[in-house]
Nanobody, 126 residues
C-alpha cells in the first residue's frame, strides 16, 4: 500500500484560498488514482475531487466545481488541492486517499480507495 500525509490546512476567511498537499510514499505512486474527501462535523464523509493515475483526468463534486483544482506532481509524489473562493460550508477535515482505478473514471466512492491519510482541518470563517 501507499502511505499518505496531508498538509496545508488551516483557518481562512470566506473568499480566501488554501492549497492542500497529499504526499505519498511507499509503493509506486504513479499507479494510483488520488481522491480528496471531506467530512464536516456531524456529517458523513463526502467526495470532493479526484485525479487519475496519469494525471490526465480530474473529476469534481458539484459543490466544489469551478472553485477547487486538483493536480499532481509526479516528481514530488504529491497531489495538490487548490481551493479558491472558500465558503464556510467548506469547513471540514480533508482526507486524501489512493486507489488502483481506471484512468478514465468518474463514479468515485470511498470504497474505491484502499489507502487514506490522517486528514487536515480546514476552517473557513464567515
Amino acid at each position: 500500500q501507499v502511505q499518505l500525509v496531508e498538509s496545508g490546512g488551516g483557518l481562512v476567511q470566506a473568499g480566501g484560498s488554501l492549497r492542500l498537499a497529499c504526499a505519498a510514499s511507499g509503493r509506486t505512486f504513479n499507479n494510483y488514482g488520488i481522491g480528496w474527501f471531506r467530512q464536516a462535523p456531524g456529517k458523513e464523509r463526502e467526495f470532493a475531487a479526484a485525479i487519475s493515475w496519469s494525471g490526465v483526468y480530474s473529476y469534481y463534486a458539484d459543490s466544489v466545481k469551478g472553485r477547487f483544482t486538483i493536480s499532481r506532481d509526479f516528481a514530488k509524489n504529491t497531489v495538490y488541492l487548490q481551493m479558491n473562493s472558500l465558503k464556510p460550508e467548506d469547513t471540514a477535515v480533508y482526507y486524501c486517499a489512493a486507489g488502483v482505478l481506471p484512468d478514465y473514471y468518474s463514479d468515485y466512492d470511498e470504497s474505491d480507495f484502499g489507502s487514506w491519510g490522517q486528514g487536515t482541518q480546514v476552517t473557513v470563517s464567515s
